[in-house]
């Protein structure tokens, strides 16, 4: 919740640590070369959209069975604060703070089967019981960023043929960045100055020794892959602990990512918008 998030904030600067969460999909080297392009102005000096979309579909068989991430006294939200909230702190990472949101949130399974038993990974056994589902299944949200741009975000479990599909688009006045996290080491951009009969999408393969993270790893066109990304992430705290590097994201930055995953929560449940923070 925000309190508790309020509180670790609190905790952490009394007690004058280095404090930060893990938002592992900061650290593809795609995602960070696309904050780099946004901060040089690559793609003008207003941003207009952004795109984003986090589809799964593990739990989209009726008879699958109410685990862990399906109970709200454990799991707190379902997708919303599982996939969306990743989506959501790209788009601050990106582009900047939310500053009101108009969100809806479904449950499409209502009850299922009580767990049996546990399997690896995302797999489990039923029970002949049915139990109560008592969070989200999936969120689609519209907002608007301080800076004037517009946010259009869906995170569901419910997308058949979809295992962890994370697509981004932002859209400037000069230009379009556009990600997909099935093609992790491409970056794709569009340039509006580009001589016309040239102009279209140019792929970007984020394995250069100039591009943030990638020099760490192989030659270039070797790519990596997710596991890559917590490296990257420890990799950083320790840097900032050792050495006082700034890190993020910190703390706060999961306090602003809570205030939005909040306010959709109260947007959804009163049908208006609701202001961030």
């Known amino acids: ?69 399906l109970q709200s006294k454990i799991a707190g939200s379902g997708t919303h604060g599982d996939i969306n909230a990743h989506i959501i702190d790209l788009g601050r990472y990106l582009v900047g703070e939310f500053s009101e949101v108009c969100g809806t949130m479904e449950t499409f399974i209502k009850q299922r089967p009580v767990l049996g038993a546990t399997g690896s990974g995302l797999s489990a056994k039923k029970g002949k019981k049915l139990g109560r589902v008592t969070v989200d299944d999936a969120v689609t949200l519209i907002g608007r960023f301080k800076n004037g741009a517009l946010a259009n975000l869906e995170a569901t479990r419910f997308a058949y043929g979809r295992k962890n599909h994370i697509t981004l688009e932002i859209n400037g006045s000069k230009g379009s960045l556009a990600f997909n996290f099935e ?94 923070g």
């Open 1 to 69: 919740t925000v309190k508790e998030c309020e509180a670790m904030v609190d905790a952490v600067k009394k007690a004058g640590v280095v404090h930060m969460i893990c938002h592992n999909y900061r650290r593809i080297p795609a995602i960070a070369l696309a904050r780099q392009m946004i901060e040089a102005g690559e793609l003008g000096d207003r941003i207009y959209h952004y795109r984003a979309r986090y589809a799964q579909d593990w739990i989209t068989d009726p008879e699958f069975p109410l685990v862990w991430r």
């Open 183 to 276: 093609d992790m080491n491409r970056l794709q951009f569009f340039r509006a100055d580009d001589p016309e009969g040239r102009r279209g999408f140019r792929d970007i393969l984020v394995t250069e020794g100039a591009h943030p993270y990638a020099g760490s790893w192989w030659p270039p066109g070797h790519i990596i892959g997710y596991e890559h990304t917590f490296v990257h992430t420890f990799a950083d705290f320790v840097q900032a602990v050792v050495k006082g590097k700034p890190v993020q994201p910190t703390f706060v930055d999961g306090l602003r990512n809570q205030q939005v995953l909040e306010a959709i929560e109260q947007s959804s449940r009163s049908r208006q918008w609701v202001r961030v």
